[in-house]
């Protein structure tokens, strides 16, 4: 069956995982085709426009995508992209999957932990003013539906993927109305669609805790868009680093996948990223179209890769000394 994918190449060194991403899909499988698309701020300097109304169009019409990581300026300059194409296609959950991989040697050797991130809410509503010179207020939205919607999401992939608990991390303790409709959401929908898997709470400052001194013990974790941001990169700090973890932002009727790292400005253009982030999230995206077939071909292939424990064949993040290419090219190999 072919497939019309939207490919986002990005910043920094999104154009070089998603061209190794793209090579592995292509292999494993055949028939995809892909339209190119420019966002982020290699966008701005080609086009005039970090998101240009083409990119919008062409997503709005497949309602899938493959995205590279794109720069947001910090503390000054034009709004995140990623936040603009979450809120535009109502991707309201982010899911990002962090396990211990073969051949990956880190402290833990059996974390299996999903993260489940509301992705349009809390902090990043971007509502931020000035209430007088030196004070600033940034406002924190949290709503019934939204925070339902994320919770019935996190307790329906639980049961469906027969994942045995759902752990959610707030702070209701402090922000009792925000994190307090949080929490209230997450119990409701919990006795109403999955009282068969276990529910636990955390305060988040201890869950941290929990976390790096046994990850073993979380299987599902359901988190508010803040949290779920940074406890997704504490998470792959467990497994072997930004390398390594994929995901996906998924609305009712769109679908845009992307792995959890950025741009890395710090290695960008210079042929050491390590693709596979971006190859398992193309891995996620397969299996949300039913190429399951091909999809679990890549990972056989990354895995058998990694099981051989070969710096040539690996790149330097996790151990190795290969070039993002040549840690493509293995893969391709093995597939
Ligand atoms: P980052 O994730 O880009 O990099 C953090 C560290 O991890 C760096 O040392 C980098 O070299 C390393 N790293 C990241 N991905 C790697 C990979 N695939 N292979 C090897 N090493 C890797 O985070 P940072 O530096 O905080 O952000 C840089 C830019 O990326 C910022 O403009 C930020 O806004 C943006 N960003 C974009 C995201 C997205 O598009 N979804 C997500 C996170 C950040």
């Avoid at 709005?60 to 910090?74: I, Q, S, Y």
């Avoid at 899911?95 to 299996?112: N, Q």
């Avoid at 932990?113 to 902090?123: D, F, K, M, Q």
């Avoid at 993927?161 to 752990?167: A, L």
Wanted: hydrophobic share 45%.
């Amino acid at each position: 069956m072919s497939h019309t994918i939207c490919l986002i190449p990005g910043d920094g060194i999104g154009p070089e995982v998603t061209r190794a991403a793209r090579r592995v899909m292509d292999a494993a499988c055949p028939g995809i085709d892909w339209i190119e698309l420019p966002a982020g701020a290699a966008a701005a300097a080609e086009f005039g426009d970090v998101l240009p109304e083409r990119t919008i169009e062409a997503i709005e019409e497949h309602r899938l995508a493959l995205k590279g990581p794109l720069t947001t300026p910090v503390g000054h300059g034009f709004a995140s992209v990623n936040v603009r194409l979450r809120k535009h296609f109502n991707l309201y959950a982010a899911v990002r999957p962090v396990r211990s991989m073969p051949g990956i040697r880190t402290r833990y050797e059996d974390v299996d932990l999903v993260v489940i991130r509301e992705n349009t809410e809390g902090l990043y509503s971007g509502l931020e003013h000035e209430v007088v010179p030196g004070v600033v207020e940034s406002l924190k939205i949290a709503t019934r539906a939204g925070c339902e919607r994320i919770a019935r999401f996190a307790f329906r992939y639980a049961r469906e993927r027969g994942r045995r608990k759902v752990t959610v991390f707030h702070k209701a303790n402090i922000m009792k109305l925000s994190d307090g409709l949080f929490l209230d959401c997450a119990r409701s929908m919990h006795a109403a669609l999955a009282s068969e898997v276990e529910f636990e709470e955390r305060i988040i400052d201890n869950g941290c805790m929990q976390l790096v001194r046994d990850p073993a013990q979380f299987d599902v974790l359901l988190l508010e868009n803040l949290y779920g941001d940074v406890v997704s990169d504490l998470c792959a700090g467990l497994v072997g680093g930004l390398g390594v973890v994929p995901g996906s932002n998924i609305g009712d009727d769109c679908a845009v996948f992307e792995a959890v790292h950025g741009s890395a400005p710090d290695i960008a253009g210079k042929n050491l990223a390590n693709p596979l982030a971006l190859i398992m999230s193309g891995v996620m995206l397969l299996n949300h179209i039913g190429e399951s077939r091909s999809a679990e071909r890549i990972k056989a292939a990354y895995d058998a890769v990694l099981a051989r424990e070969n710096p040539a064949e690996r790149t330097r993040d996790i151990g190795g000394r290969a070039t993002t290419e040549a840690f493509t090219d293995a893969i391709l190999r093995r597939l």
